[in-house]
């Protein structure tokens, strides 16, 4: 069960870093921003779903391989990234984002029994 829900993390990466690709340019600066909250979005949901660090690092490298095959450019000469810093900060942004998620400290789960110290 828990392997479907990477796959679904990976799917979600990859529409996210196509999405943000589109909007980060399209609506300069807000446009940055709300990419660059759907990719942190992306990376902090996966990591307090799953609870595990394997939650945040899944969608990080599917969103940074998917990031890096739109931006490179093809023969026929289009591209998707402009040549600006917009493309920079939306590709360092999401990386430090999901490094940011995947090095968060896990949270003891708050399911245990009603235990008290000292008794």
Same mark, same amino acid.
């Given at each position: @069960?828990?392997?479907?829900?990477?796959?679904?993390?990976? !799917?979600? $990466?990859v %529409?996210? %870093?196509?999405? $943000?690709?589109?909007?980060?340019?399209? #609506?300069f600066?807000? $446009?940055?921003?709300?990419?660059?909250? /759907?990719?942190?979005?992306l #990376?902090?949901?996966?990591?307090? =779903? *799953?609870? *595990?660090?394997?939650?945040?690092? !899944?969608?990080?490298?599917?969103? #940074?391989?998917?990031?890096?095959? !739109?931006? %490179?450019?093809?023969?026929? $000469?289009? #591209? =998707?990234?402009a040549?600006?810093?917009?493309? &920079?900060? &939306?590709? =360092? /942004?999401? @990386?430090? %984002?999901? +490094?940011i998620?995947? *090095?968060?400290? +896990?949270?003891?789960?708050?399911?245990?029994? /009603?235990?008290? =110290? /000292?008794?």
């Open positions: @069960m828990r392997v479907i829900g990477y796959v679904i993390l990976a !799917v979600l $990466g %529409a996210v %870093a196509a999405a $943000g690709a589109l909007v980060q340019d399209g #609506f600066p807000g $446009g940055l921003l709300l990419a660059l909250a /759907g990719s942190a979005a #990376f902090y949901g996966g990591r307090r =779903l *799953t609870g *595990t660090r394997l939650g945040a690092a !899944v969608p990080t490298a599917v969103w #940074f391989l998917t990031v890096m095959y !739109v931006s %490179a450019s093809r023969p026929e $000469g289009d #591209f =998707l990234f040549a600006d810093i917009g493309p &920079y900060i &939306y590709l =360092l /942004g999401g @990386m430090a %984002a999901g +490094v998620c995947f *090095t968060l400290p +896990v949270r003891p789960s708050t399911t245990a029994p /009603g235990a008290r =110290l /000292g008794r």
